[in-house]
């Protein structure tokens, strides 16, 4: 084989490494043959193993704390968990998982640590490993609520405080293949928390004390998870096989995301993350890093801000030649209308005065804000969202905005597409918000679906639906 592929014995002897990139490899010519340029192909990346579960974790994530980290490592095992301090560490964590195998990966923290260990996983696919198509055979996802925003935690977990609270008890916390009382699916309405209890639930997630019992049960679920995917075949009592493919964006910079923007969102993050940096050293600090730090924010600083006029843009939006476009028009309906082509170079969608350019492929942005209703309409499409909303317009229909029902056929402009462009008109850059991250300033930004990702799906369908796939 080594004779028939044209390649030296002694190279094969010097890339039997699985940590060597074959790809920088020169083929020596065998002999009598001519010498060749073509490189060694690089290795498959190692097959996935859906029983082995990996944990990272963000240590500056709000809800992650040195209790949670050990308990962690106590139930799934210290080799398993990964706690990053920084974007590097993350990678190498990646790097990491990759190379043995994880089927499963559970990711704590916000919407920022969920892209950022999806990005450091496609990378060493990439990269490392060189796989052509780096998200075809990523791992399974599962995120867990401990950030601020947590937009991707509320499209995969039962609906309420952080979502946790609604699942299921486990008659063993610590016991990863201990059996719950529901099949891995949600608890039923009746073990809902009764309304009463919420506030208090609230406020746990306020003070950044998210109830860690709720947490173990997360884990413990997708430890159940990947103990059944071990053994073909086995259902029931304790276990959970729903999975839910979830579009992936992918940014100029080659990061990848599940929304971002620029405009009254991004706009808002930095006026946050100035309003922390006010409380660092205060009694207020721990609240105010939650949810009810973004009101406080946008009450302060960013609608006195819009008001005035200060953070007024001017955008020229488009999508490139041969991308499919749909216009959602809400005067039918909100039925997608697919716009013409354009016949070279790029259709422009929007130019003029905007008060927030976004696109996401998950229908929530921080705190529950359902801006992208239209985000899981067409499979594989994001829901692109331009607006110009006067403060007139905005303060009273700021519920409407939340819920994701505001329409306004001359002020808000709702696209499906596949990838588009945004160019800041005029002299200043503008903010520009990626996952829930403040991401500096920037005259434009272009966003592509990337392919998508497998997350477990902890809802599921409706219960009269339970038996369709």
């Given at each position: 084989?080594?004779?028939?592929?044209?390649?030296?014995?002694a190279?094969v002897?010097?890339?039997?490494?699985?940590?060597?990139?074959?790809?920088?490899?020169?083929?020596?010519?065998?002999?009598?043959?001519?010498a060749?340029?073509?490189?060694?192909?690089?290795?498959?990346?190692?097959?996935?193993?859906?029983?082995?579960?990996?944990?990272?974790?963000?240590?500056?994530?709000?809800?992650?704390?040195?209790?949670?980290?050990?308990?962690?490592?106590?139930?799934?095992?210290?080799?398993?968990?990964?706690?990053?301090?920084?974007?590097?560490?993350?990678?190498?964590?990646?790097?990491?998982?990759?190379?043995?195998?994880?089927?499963?990966?559970?990711?704590g923290g916000?919407?920022?640590?969920?892209?950022?260990?999806?990005?450091?996983?496609?990378?060493?696919?990439?990269?490392?490993?060189?796989?052509?198509?780096?998200?075809?055979?990523m791992?399974?996802?599962?995120?867990?609520?401990?950030?601020?925003?947590?937009?991707?935690?509320r499209?995969?977990?039962?609906?309420?405080?952080?979502?946790l609270?609604?699942?299921?008890?486990?008659?063993?916390?610590?016991?990863?293949?201990?059996?719950?009382s529901?099949?891995g699916?949600?608890?039923?309405?009746?073990?809902?928390?009764?309304?009463?209890?919420?506030?208090?639930?609230?406020?746990?997630?306020?003070?950044?004390?998210?109830?860690?019992t709720?947490?173990?049960?997360?884990?413990?679920?997708?430890?159940?998870?990947?103990?059944?995917?071990?053994?073909?075949?086995?259902?029931?009592?304790?276990?959970?096989?729903?999975?839910?493919?979830?579009?992936?964006?992918?940014?100029?910079?080659?990061?990848?995301?599940?929304?971002?923007?620029?405009?009254?969102d991004?706009?808002?993050?930095?006026?946050?993350?100035?309003?922390?940096?006010?409380?660092?050293?205060?009694?207020?600090?721990?609240?105010?890093?939650?949810?009810?730090?973004?009101f406080?924010?946008?009450?302060?600083?960013?609608?006195?801000r819009?008001?005035?006029?200060?953070?007024?843009?001017?955008?020229?939006?488009?999508?490139?030649?041969?991308?499919?476009v749909?216009?959602?028009?809400?005067?039918r309906?909100?039925?997608?209308?697919?716009l013409a082509?354009?016949?070279?170079?790029?259709?422009?969608?929007?130019e003029g005065?905007?008060?927030?350019?976004a696109?996401?492929?998950?229908?929530?942005?921080?705190?529950?804000?359902?801006?992208?209703?239209?985000?899981?309409?067409?499979?594989?499409?994001?829901?692109?969202?331009?607006?110009?909303?006067?403060?007139?317009?905005?303060?009273?229909?700021?519920?409407?905005?939340?819920?994701?029902?505001?329409?306004?056929?001359?002020?808000?402009?709702?696209?499906?597409?596949?990838?588009?462009?945004?160019?800041?008109?005029?002299?200043?850059?503008?903010?520009?918000?990626?996952?829930?991250?403040?991401?500096?300033?920037?005259?434009?930004?272009?966003?592509?679906?990337?392919?998508?990702?497998?997350?477990?799906?902890?809802?599921?369908?409706p219960?009269?639906?339970?038996?369709?796939?």
């Amino acid at each position: 084989a080594v004779a028939a592929a044209g390649v030296s014995p002694a190279w094969v002897a010097l890339s039997s490494g699985p940590t060597l990139r074959a790809s920088s490899v020169r083929c020596l010519p065998a002999p009598g043959r001519p010498a060749s340029r073509r490189l060694v192909p690089r290795y498959a990346a190692p097959p996935l193993d859906d029983s082995k579960v990996a944990v990272l974790l963000s240590r500056n994530a709000r809800g992650v704390t040195e209790r949670l980290i050990g308990w962690a490592e106590g139930a799934c095992g210290a080799d398993n968990v990964f706690a990053t301090n920084s974007l590097e560490e993350a990678r190498e964590a990646g790097a990491a998982i990759v190379e043995a195998g994880y089927g499963t990966v559970i990711s704590g923290g916000g919407d920022g640590t969920l892209a950022a260990a999806l990005t450091a996983v496609r990378d060493a696919r990439r990269d490392r490993w060189g796989e052509p198509v780096p998200l075809a055979g990523m791992p399974r996802f599962a995120v867990l609520p401990l950030g601020t925003g947590n937009a991707m935690a509320r499209f995969i977990w039962p609906r309420g405080a952080g979502g946790l609270e609604l699942l299921p008890p486990c008659d063993d916390a610590s016991s990863p293949g201990a059996g719950s009382s529901s099949s891995g699916r949600h608890a039923p309405r009746s073990a809902w928390p009764r309304p009463w209890l919420w506030p208090g639930v609230v406020w746990r997630f306020v003070r950044g004390r998210g109830d860690e019992t709720a947490l173990q049960r997360a884990i413990n679920l997708v430890m159940r998870a990947g103990a059944a995917a071990g053994r073909p075949g086995v259902t029931g009592r304790g276990t959970l096989d729903r999975v839910i493919r979830v579009p992936v964006l992918e940014s100029d910079t080659n990061d990848l995301c599940f929304m971002a923007g620029c405009g009254f969102d991004a706009f808002l993050l930095d006026d946050f993350q100035a309003l922390k940096k006010l409380v660092k050293r205060t009694p207020l600090k721990r609240p105010l890093s939650s949810v009810l730090g973004y009101f406080v924010a946008m009450l302060v600083f960013t609608l006195p801000r819009y008001i005035t006029g200060r953070h007024s843009l001017r955008v020229r939006v488009s999508v490139p030649v041969g991308s499919p476009v749909f216009y959602v028009d809400p005067r039918r309906g909100d039925a997608a209308l697919a716009l013409a082509q354009a016949a070279e170079g790029s259709l422009t969608l929007y130019e003029g005065p905007a008060s927030i350019v976004a696109a996401g492929t998950c229908p929530f942005l921080g705190g529950g804000m359902q801006l992208f209703p239209f985000a899981r309409s067409a499979e594989g499409m994001m829901h692109l969202r331009i607006a110009n909303l006067s403060p007139l317009r905005f303060v009273p229909n700021v519920m409407k905005i939340f819920r994701g029902t505001y329409r306004n056929t001359l002020a808000a402009f709702d696209f499906v597409c596949r990838a588009c462009s945004v160019e800041i008109i005029g002299e200043h850059k503008a903010p520009f918000q990626q996952s829930g991250d403040a991401m500096g300033r920037r005259r434009g930004f272009k966003l592509h679906i990337a392919g998508s990702v497998r997350f477990l799906d902890f809802v599921g369908l409706p219960d009269p639906l339970r038996h369709l796939s």
